[in-house]
Nanobody, 122 residues
Framework: QVQLVESGGGLVQPGGSLRLSCAAS????????MGWYRQAPGKERELVAA???????NYADSVKGRFTISRDKAKNTVDLQMNSLKPEDTAVYLC????????????????WGKGTLVTVSS
């Protein structure tokens, strides 16, 4: 099992910045891909940024150039630096980890944190 705990969410004004952190524990050697998703009220969960199994960082078009994903393998953490935040970035942000290959996630290896709320408002 892998446990994921997010932190860093909160209230920020438009144009501000936040840094989210995801700490993984347990059998961390059983996952090879980690990233961040978000879900706004009434909308589908969407990928924000993630490291693939090959180490490539992918970003949603809506956050490209504003958000940066980083990782510290020694500490088993993955961070998301969010700059130039907009009201439409408001959502619950969830950390995800899994074992992936050429055909995507492998069944039984998908793990989720409980999420951290980011609210961008004046």
């Amino acid at each position: 099992q892998v446990q994921l705990v997010e932190s860093g969410g909160g209230l920020v004004q438009p144009g501000g910045s936040l840094r989210l952190s995801c700490a993984a524990s347990g059998r961390t050697d059983s996952v090879n891909a980690m990233g961040w998703y978000r879900q706004a009220p009434g909308k589908e969960r969407e990928l924000v940024a993630a490291f693939t199994h090959s180490g490539r960082a992918n970003y949603a078009d809506s956050v490209k150039g504003r958000f940066t994903i980083s990782r510290d393998k020694a500490k088993n953490t993955v961070d998301l630096q969010m700059n130039s935040l907009k009201p439409e970035d408001t959502a619950v942000y969830l950390c995800n980890a899994n074992w992936a290959g050429p055909f995507g996630k492998v069944a039984g290896t998908d793990y989720w944190g409980k999420g951290t709320l980011v609210t961008v408002s004046s």
